[in-house]
C-alpha cells in the first residue's frame, strides 16, 4: 500500500522524479497551515509504523493545539500519509524526504524536534530496567522512532534528557536478553555523554554504570570491574560521599 502514495501522485504530475516532486507540492500547496504543521511532525518520525498515541504525545510537547485526527484524515486523503491499521499511520520514504526538506526553512523546526525528542524521552523512560513480555509489545512500536531520536536529534535533546534514549533502548533490548542488540545503545550512550559534557558528569558516570552491568550480564566481568570501580569514584568526586 506504501506504493499507493507514490502512484497516486504521479497521476497528478509527469511520469518520473520531478512528477512526483511537482504533484507534492500541488498537494502541498492545498493544505491548511495545521495540516502542514501536522505533517512536518510526522516526518520527526522513522520510516516505520508510526503509532497515533505517540503523535499526540509529540503534538502536546510541540504545543499543537488543533484538532490533529481532523488534519491526520486529510493528510491520508491526500496521499501524503497512509493509514495502515486502525490508530497506525506511515510516511513513505519520498513523501518523507520532500517533507524534511520544507522542514529545513520552518522558522519552529528546533521547535518541533524538541518536542519530538521530549515525547520520546517520555516512552524511554516508561521503559522499566526488567520490562515484563507486557511491556516490551506495548512499546515495540515506538523502538524505531526511540531510536531515530539517539542518532538523528540528540543535537535536540536537553542535557538531562540527553541519554534516556539510549538508556530506554538498551533496557529494551538488555530487559529480553538480547544483549548484543544492548550493548551498541550502552556504548553510545557513554560516547554522547563523554562528547557534550567531557571525562567528569553524572551522564558519563552513569552511562559508565550501566554499560558495567551489561557486562555483568553477559559474564564478562573482567570488562565489568574497572568500568564500576570508574563510575563509582567520578560518582563520589562529582556528588560527594554523602550521596551514597
Not at 63 to 85: G, H, M, P, S
Request: proline content about 4%; some cysteine; hydrophobic content about 45%.
Amino acid at each position: 500500500m506504501l506504493a499507493d502514495i507514490l502512484a497516486q501522485l504521479q497521476k497528478q504530475a509527469s511520469a518520473g522524479e520531478s512528477g512526483v516532486a511537482a504533484a507534492f507540492e500541488l498537494n502541498w500547496q492545498s493544505l491548511e497551515p495545521e495540516a502542514q504543521k501536522l505533517a512536518y511532525l510526522l516526518s520527526l518520525f522513522a520510516l516505520a509504523p508510526i503509532p497515533w498515541s505517540l503523535v499526540e504525545s509529540a503534538a502536546s510537547s510541540s504545543d499543537l493545539e488543533f484538532d490533529l485526527k481532523a488534519n491526520c484524515t486529510i493528510l491520508v486523503e491526500r496521499y501524503l500519509l497512509q493509514e495502515l491499521a486502525e490508530d497506525t499511520y506511515q510516511v513513505h520514504d519520498r513523501i518523507r524526504e520532500l517533507l524534511q526538506q520544507k522542514l529545513q526553512d520552518l522558522a519552529e523546526a528546533d521547535e518541533l524536534k524538541r518536542g519530538y525528542c521530549q515525547a520520546m524521552v517520555a516512552v524511554a523512560k516508561d521503559i522499566p530496567e526488567t520490562p515484563t513480555l507486557i511491556e516490551i509489545a506495548k512499546v515495540t512500536l515506538a523502538i524505531p522512532h526511540l531510536a531515530g531520536t539517539a542518532t538523528a536529534y540528540q543535537a535536540w535533546l536537553s542535557d538531562d534528557d540527553l541519554i534516556w534514549p539510549f538508556v530506554g533502548l538498551a533496557r529494551f533490548y538488555q530487559g529480553q536478553g538480547a544483549y548484543v542488540q544492548a550493548l551498541p545503545w550502552r556504548e553510545q550512550s557513554l560516547s554522547s555523554a563523554r562528547k557534550r559534557f567531557g571525562d567528569e558528569h553524572p551522564s558519563v558516570a552513569t552511562s559508565l554504570n550501566n554499560l558495567a552491568l551489561l557486562y555483568e550480564s553477559q559474564g564478562r566481568y573482567s570488562d565489568a570491574e574497572p568500568l564500576y570501580i570508574e563510575a563509582l569514584a567520578m560518582t563520589k568526586r562529582l556528588l560527594g560521599d554523602e550521596h551514597f
